[in-house]
Nanobody, 125 residues
Framework: QVQLVESGGGLVQAGGSLRLSCAASGRTFSSYAMAWFRQASEKEREFAAAISWRGRTTYYADSVKGRFTISRDNAKNTVYLQMNSLKPEDTAVYYC??????????????????WGQGTQVTVSS
């Protein structure tokens, strides 16, 4: 069982930056691939970024590639999402997710076993 708690969301102007954090409970955090998804109002949840259990493999949605960076610190049981050059269309609730796997991190929400409660990111124009 893994519990995930996101933090770091807030209101930022377009072009600004935020760093989201997701703290995980449990001793097996390093066994999990981690991902960030986001869900804008009245839209479906969409993939943003994922990272493998050791952090050697990362994937990004085309919409965030070059602007967002996912990273993890297994010693701190934490995964991060550094978001730069934010745009109003990045406004969404951002969710952290975990999948027990040593393989390639998934990009489909249904593949993930555990989810956080979400943190709101609002980008003003």
């Amino acid at each position: 069982q893994v519990q995930l708690v996101e933090s770091g969301g807030g209101l930022v102007q377009a072009g600004g930056s935020l760093r989201l954090s997701c703290a995980a409970s449990g001793r097996t955090f390093s066994s999990y691939a981690m991902a960030w998804f986001r869900q804008a109002s009245e839209k479906e949840r969409e993939f943003a970024a994922a990272i493998s259990w050791r952090g050697r493999t990362t994937y990004y949605a085309d919409s965030v590639k070059g602007r967002f960076t996912i990273s993890r610190d297994n010693a701190k049981n934490t995964v991060y999402l550094q978001m730069n050059s934010l745009k109003p269309e990045d406004t969404a609730v951002y969710y952290c997710a975990a999948k027990l796997t040593y393989g390639v991190p998934a990009r489909m929400a249904g593949e993930y076993d555990y989810w956080g409660q979400g943190t709101q990111v609002t980008v003003s124009s």
